[in-house]
């Protein structure tokens, strides 16, 4: 009886992380597929490290000996992966090229993983024998470190903004637990790697909060990544909304003609900008919009180009300056703040078209509105 107990006991750690694996790969895979372009990028590569860290344990299991290196290094690379859906959810855009250097931080510390990955001791005389996995611990948990610090500088103002914004609560959350499972994980690893608590432990704690972590985004995939509703990437349909928005707007003598459902489309707009603010969601565009509204793209742009003679983003836009001309004179909020609360994924795209609307940078602005409120409040 107690022979029985004992093999369950040792198989549950097993099908739970069997289960993250797939669970990840799961979604590593729809967001690939539905998102079709690069903007989910980030979160594919993270979910499959994350895949990764569910099968190292599981390869001499399964008899995968083959498998260990690769699946340590995926697994090294997750802390990277990290970092950089961390900041695509804040900003609410695909990192820039700058800071996908961090994926040389697990490269410079493949050698560590590769020599880990060797079955048995690794010996080099006159040196006694070792194991190599502690410093594979080691060397995640010191790297981990250094990545979460980067990223707290990085991410910095704009975390606060995303969740003072409208509909931010998710990606908020989400963040935070990004957060907390990393820092869960290098403390665990250290833990591991001073014999506070045996490897076996700290890797089932490990299992038990990133598949947590795994079903809380499997729920909410579709809140925290908009863009996938709509069916996010280059299709027929923006080469349509494209055409017309290029139609609409490239001669002022050809107007083109308002059929009540342009209005009636138009209202709706209005309604999810003004009363709604969706425009406050970071990375919010034409895209989202239709999606809000639930009609193609090419029809938004229509009746977009139609009523309001504008393109789809300089309507959403002029929503945000708005919004931003409100906080700069009713708040003492910074302007980088309320940038990113009003829905600009930069400061500098924000000044650029905060001036293009008002002939002024917002500090400017700010201090005009403050000495005449009822001249410049009006802009």
Not at 156 to 161: I, Q, S, V
């Amino acid at each position: 009886m107690r022979g029985a107990l004992t093999s369950i006991l040792l198989t549950l750690p097993q099908a739970l992380q069997l289960a993250g694996a797939l669970q990840s790969v799961f979604l590593a895979g729809y967001l690939g597929v539905a998102g079709r372009s690069r903007s989910t990028l980030p979160a594919v590569l993270y979910f499959l490290g994350l895949a990764c860290t569910f099968l190292v344990p599981l390869h001499e299991a399964f008899d995968m000996p083959a498998l260990h290196a690769p699946l340590l290094a995926g697994d090294l690379f997750g802390i990277a992966f990290t970092y950089l859906l961390v900041l695509q959810l804040v900003h609410g855009r695909v990192p820039p090229a700058p800071h996908w250097l961090v994926l040389a931080v697990p490269a410079v510390g493949l050698p560590v993983v590769m020599a880990g990955a060797a079955p048995g001791e690794v010996c080099a005389a006159p040196l006694p024998c070792l194991d190599p996995m502690p410093f594979v611990g080691l060397y995640r948990a010191v790297a981990g470190g250094g990545v979460l610090l980067a990223l707290m500088l990085a991410a910095g103002r704009g975390l606060g903004a995303l969740r003072q914004a409208d509909h931010g609560r998710e990606k908020y959350a989400l963040v935070m637990a990004l957060i907390a499972l990393t820092v869960a994980r290098l403390a665990f690893d250290l833990a591991a790697v001073a014999g506070v608590v045996r490897p076996w432990a700290a890797q089932a704690s490990v299992t038990v909060l990133a598949l947590g972590f795994v079903y809380l985004v499997a729920s909410s995939v579709l809140r925290v990544f908009p863009g996938i509703a709509a069916g996010a990437g280059p299709t027929p349909a923006d080469a349509a909304a494209d055409a017309v928005e290029a139609e609409g707007t490239g001669d002022p003598g050809r107007e083109p003609a308002i059929t009540e459902a342009d209005r009636a489309l138009a209202e709706q707009v209005e309604a999810l900008l003004a009363r709604d603010r969706l425009y406050r969601q970071p990375g919010f565009g034409r895209r989202e919009l239709a999606a809000a509204a639930e009609v193609p793209e090419h029809v938004l742009s229509r009746a977009v180009n139609a009523v309001f003679r504008r393109r789809v983003n300089d309507l959403i836009n002029s929503y945000r300056v708005e919004d931003a001309k409100t906080r700069l004179r009713q708040t003492d909020a910074q302007v980088s703040s309320i940038a990113f609360a009003v829905g600009f994924n930069s400061l500098s795209s924000f000044n650029r078209v905060f001036r293009q609307a008002t002939g002024q940078a917002p500090r400017t602005w700010r201090r005009e509105a403050a000495r005449a409120p009822a001249e410049t409040g009006e802009e």
